[in-house]
């Protein structure tokens, strides 16, 4: 928080939908961090549990969806650090905030569906996993986590929506201080993208579940 308030805030002068800057980028970077930590776990998942998969036999599901619900212990930490600086700045939760659930439920699923597909494809081909930091740098700069998505020319709005997480992270800016983008048009998008990920990568998981076993 205190890099992005200095380097994008300070320094680059972004805007920031009328909210302080430490609070614009702490109320991204909590469910962005909570994702992509998320994400990264279930990509190593299989490969780590290998022992486990040739030994016993499991719901080989079990092991992409652990770390998506782990993932909430330290997600519970961040949230109530950051409604912490929420009402430092002065500022209360509305009842926008009953939204809360809906947008970690979305980033939930949105870790779930791309881990399905990481996972898989890293039991199977072993050097995918270092492609993933560089795939979470390039997402996090498709995500408004630096910068609004007002910025976005609104005829592309709904395009920009199918990033999953452009919809939770401004979702969750708008339920938590009432600035930015309500759900519309673009959580629409995000929440289709995010159905067919999930459906694609659950497909893509059980279909390579036979095989991982021996591949691993």
Known sequence: MGVFTLFFGRLAKLPSDGLPYPVFYFTALVPWTY????????TNVVVENQRVITKVYFPRLVLPISPVLA??????IGFVVMLIVIAAYGMRPTAAAL???AFLLLAMLTALG???WMAALNALYRDVRYIVPFLMQFWMFASPVAYP?????????WL???????????????????HGQPPGPQIAASLAAVLVILFGGLLFFQRMEGAIADRV
């Open 149 to 157: 998505s007002s910025l976005v020319p609104q005829r592309y709005r």
């Open 71 to 76: 993932g909430l212990v330290d997600f519970a």
């Open 114 to 116: 791309v881990g399905l």
């Open 160 to 178: 920009y929506g199918l990033n999953p997480m452009a919809g939770v992270i401004d979702g969750f800016r708008w339920a938590l201080t009432g």
């Open 99 to 101: 939204w809360l659930p």
């Open 35 to 42: 994702f992509a930590t998320a994400l990264q776990s279930c």
